[in-house]
């Protein structure tokens, strides 16, 4: 003001209305500029609004501070704090209402001249007017007037003064107060407390003082230096904020022995602090010499119980302006809008923009905050991408028990959705694995059972060089063809691909069988065609075409089979050779490449890629030399790695080149849980110590415990115990003897029985129970239960008081040494405890600790207290 910085106050409550004061005031009015341009004489404030002057009043020099009535009526008056200690009512414009004009122009005078450092109106008396003065040894520095009070020998007329305009006006000065407080002491700053209209807060020379007006001899303070700007949260009337230098303090009324909070302090003093009126917990501070005004963001953690906890700040910085602020003032109303005005009076209408908390679940759901607006992504009805989401098919494979099956492994794709070809091809690869190993087992054991689950690769390579081609005739046709001798290696892997069935037998006509009953007619029809049995072949064709789902189509294709000739400038030859690849299924035009093929030359077949692997590699068994067999298993091998396709599994086994298969897999998917299944089926134990499987197993475990699918994870854990030893963990906790530090559990379970039941502790129940009260390493008591107060090891049932609801929490009805209502346990905080079953039916009603005098509130320190299994909640 005089001499001093501007300040800038909004109107209460004209929210387009502000004024500036310095040496003068000055009321501006804020409109948008939106849809319109800027007026002549207005003066811009954002990009989208503009102030224009209203009206100066430079009636009261020497202006200290300055405070806007906070009541309807009247609107633009303003009370004004001199150097001199007075407080002058003044107004803004003209104000038509008789009723409060003679308001305008009084005077409250204290009895000694000093300055008045700041002006607070009460919240509730909108009359009552409370001043802060400087010290003075024989006055009191907090005089709170009523500017309606009608005491006569309180208001005194006061000679004619002259005005800056040559005019005289009679004004009345009062000067006995309503209130004095603060004697022999200076104040600094001044609140009213919102809870109670007689409680005023007063920032004193060393301490924070509370008065209360019905009691004025008392007050309670705490000493302190953050004396200055106090003010009130307006969303947590206990809480409240000071300063002193750089350094900001927050207080709880409640507990007013010392500060709750103290902000990091700033390397320059600060100039004002004020509370966010449309935001909760927000408090804004200013620097001097800064263009940068910080933000506190004090946020309160929820408990079950409602307890308060301490708040969690989280600072910003926003820079309104490149100029340096001189002071700033928050919108009453629109949210987190303030105003900002530079030492030269250029002024910036700023909003802080929220910080946006993005939180997304597990389960795939989206959510995120912005003030006060909570927003949730949901798909619309038409779209599936989030059935495409891997997560999303995890945890619905997971809910189906996916993996599980380890009788019927093949079973496990269609706990998959049966959608995936891939998937469909790794568990029949997977099944056939377990089924041979099975029966090489039976038959030799030890011999060749785990050549099975190291893939058709392997297999090929331990039989090079014994293999002899032989011609063989074809059915339906006076034709010769190559084909490889089968040995047991190339009988394995068509085993495996799942051409032929286990046993001595090489015939693929149940295979064709099951082909046909799943409607895949076409690829039938070519694996009857690459068993040289062409009329098999043409049969399969015209049964597709006349059943209900099948493809007409197939009668051509028939019909063009039928016409095949040998001669190899026949011009059947040429068109099939030419008209082949403008088929749509891989598998019809595979079949002409075979036909019009070179003898030892099937690439056409070989390299299709959209035929299944499983039928290109037992084409290659069939048709290939060891030599060629070798070369194209490897190569097709490499690409499967590369492409992280599953049906690959069927080359690389288990092995450490499926270790390498099923990185690239997960890389391109993020399947971790497939992968997992995969590698537990039947790798070696090198290969389940690779850190890639590791990682894979226990991303999938803290999946499912994100999803908290407890169960499914237990599951899993029994599962991978049950297929990989070596993973079962040992005892990770056991109860230990206070005094001797031996386990308890461990010792008990080496007791044997004396033949003793329960009957003789008379409780009736299982005779193969044993009671255990003392540590059976040194006989000294176990503690006690803190609600039953019987030795731990008593059982629930046979403690007094024990009722029948206490049996129906048991979890086991198994015949053991301790059933759960039974287990030992304890608060790792105060260390009390006692029988499981009592401590849940303690907790289901109580929050704190249930020993005497211990406020330990034991069920909130563990945060997954109130969380339920969730396997159960469809998604």
Known sequence: MSGTKPDILWAPHQVDRFVVCDSELSLYHVESTVNSELKAGSLRLSEDSAATLLSINSDTPYMKCVAWYLNYDPECLLAVGQANGRVVLT????????????????????????????????????????AGLDKHRADFSVLIWDICSKYTPDIVPMEKVKLSAGETETTLLVTKPLYELGQNDACLSLCWLPRDQKLLLAGMHRNLAIFDLRNTSQKMFVNTKAVQGVTVDPYFHDRVASFYEGQ???????????????????????????????????????????????????????????????????????????????SF????????????????????????????????????????????????????????????????????????????????????????????????????????????????????????????????????KSSLGMVESSRHNWSGLD?????????????????????????????????????????????????????????????????????????????????????????????????????????????LCVMFAFLTSETGSYDGV???????????????????????????????????????NLEGILLTGLTK?????????????????????????????????????????????????????????AEFDIHRSKLDPSSKPLAQVFVSCNFCGKSISYSCSTVPHQGRGFSQYGVSGSPTKSKVTSCPGCRKPLPRCALCLINMGTPV???????????????????????????????????????????LSWFRDHAECPVSACTCKCMQLDTTGNLVPAEAVQP
């Not at 990091?264 to 940068?292: F, H, M, Y």
């Not at 290109?616 to 290939?624: E, Q, T």
């Not at 499926?658 to 790798?683: F, I, W």
Request: glycine share 6%; aromatic share 10%.
């Open 606 to 644: 070989l390299y299709e890629n959209k035929v299944a692997v499983r039928d290109r590699v037992a084409f290659a068994c069939k048709f290939l030399s060891d030599t060629q067999l070798n070369r194209y298993i490897e190569k097709l091998t490499n690409e499967m790695k590369e492409a992280g």
């Open 657 to 713: 080149d499926g270790v390498d298969l099923m990185e690239s897999y997960v890389d391109r998917t993020g399947d971790v849980q497939t992968a997992s299944y995969c590698m537990l089926q039947g790798s070696p134990l090198d290969v389940l110590k690779d850190e890639r499987v590791q990682y894979w197993i226990e991303n999938y475990r803290n999946l499912l415990d994100a999803w908290r699918f407890w169960h499914k994870r």
């Open 248 to 326: 900001v303090a927050i207080w709880d009324l409640r507990k007013f022995e010392k500060p709750v909070l103290t902000l990091t302090e700033q390397p320059k003093p600060l100039t004002k602090v004020a509370w966010c009126p449309t935001r909760t917990g927000l408090l804004a501070t200013l620097t001097r010499d800064s263009n940068i005004i910080r933000l506190y963001d004090m946020q309160h953690t929820p408990t079950p119980i409602g307890d308060e906890t301490e708040p969690t700040i989280i600072e910003r910085s926003v820079q309104p302006c490149d100029n340096y602020i001189a």
């Open 479 to 587: 034709k010769q063809s190559d084909i490889q001798n089968l040995n047991e290696e190339r009988i394995l892997a068509l085993q495996l691909c799942g051409w032929i069935k286990k046993g001595t037998d090489v015939d693929v006509g149940p295979f064709l069988n099951s082909l046909v009953q799943e409607g895949e007619w076409e690829r039938a029809a070519a694996v009857a065609l690459f068993n040289l049995d062409i009329r098999r072949a043409i049969q399969i064709l015209n049964e597709g075409a006349s059943s209900e789902k099948g493809d007409l189509n197939l009668n051509v294709v028939a019909m063009a089979l039928s016409g095949y000739t040998d001669e190899k400038n026949s011009l059947w030859r040429e068109m099939c050779s030419t008209l082949r690849l403008q088929l749509n299924n891989p598998y």
């Open 91 to 130: 107004s803004l414009g003209q104000d038509h209402n008789s009723k409060f004009k003679d308001l305008i122009g009084k005077e409250f005078v204290p009895k000694h001249a000093r300055q008045c450092n700041t002006l607070a109106w009460n919240p509730l008396d909108s009359n009552w007017l409370a």
């Open 329 to 460: 003032a928050w919108h009453p109303t629109s949210q987190n809008r303030m105003i900002v005005v530079t030492p030269n009076r250029t002024m910036s209408d700023f909003t802080v923009f929220e910080r946006i908390s993005l939180a997304w679940s597990p389960i795939t759901s989206l959510m995120w905050a912005c003030g006060r607006h909570l927003y949730e992504c949901t798909e619309e009805e038409n779209d599936n991408s989030l059935e495409k989401d891997i997560a999303t098919k995890m945890r619905l494979r997971a809910l189906s028990r996916y993996g599980l099956d380890t009788e019927q492994v093949w079973r496990n794709h269609i706990l998959a959705g049966n959608e995936d070809p891939q998937l469909k091809s790794l568990w029949y690869t997977l099944h056939f694995m377990k089924q041979y190993t099975e029966d090489m087992d039976q038959k030799s054991p030890g011999n060749k059972g785990s050549l099975v689950y190291a893939g058709i690769k392997s297999i090929v």
């Open 797 to 839: 049932s046979s403690c007094p008081g024990g009722t029948k609801s206490d049996e129906k929490v048991d979890l086991s009805k198994d015949k053991k040494l301790a059933q759960f209502n039974n287990w030992f346990t304890w608060c790792h905080n105060c260390r009390h405890g006692g029988h499981a079953g009592h401590m």
